[in-house]
């Protein structure tokens, strides 16, 4: 939400919905208010409807900002080690310029690497 903030975008969490059982129903979402425990959170750029669904085209994603967004690195040092949810341990690198890298990314655990050629 802070990176929301700087870039000027207005988002609205949301969150899968459980039944009485804990099951999740991935076809209702609710209002991410604070909540303890959640899965996932998700966010949109217009609020849910009264069904508690949500546009595919109204969907964002934390998922697309680039590693290297200067918001991004921002947020991470001014939340520091509040930046790093129940599966992150985030940390911020600095790549010499003429270093050319990329991510690699398994089962949601990135790495950075140098990018060289592979055959």
């Known amino acids: 939400m802070r990176y929301a903030e700087l870039a000027g975008l207005k988002l609205y969490p949301f969150i899968e919905t459980r039944d009485k059982d ?37 969907y964002w994603s934390y998922r697309e900002i680039e590693r290297n967004d200067p918001l991004l690195i921002q947020v991470i ?27 690699d990314e398994y089962d949601g655990q990135e790495s950075i690497h140098e990018v060289h050629r592979s055959w």
């Open 22 to 58: 804990g099951h999740i129903n991935f076809n209702k979402f609710t209002p991410y208010t604070g909540q303890k425990d959640v899965l996932s959170i998700y966010y949109s750029t217009k609020p849910l409807n009264g069904k508690g669904k949500y546009e595919n085209k109204t």
């Open 77 to 103: 040092e001014e939340m520091g080690e509040e930046a790093n949810g129940k599966y992150a341990n985030l940390v911020i690198c600095e790549i010499p310029d003429d270093v050319k890298w990329e991510i």
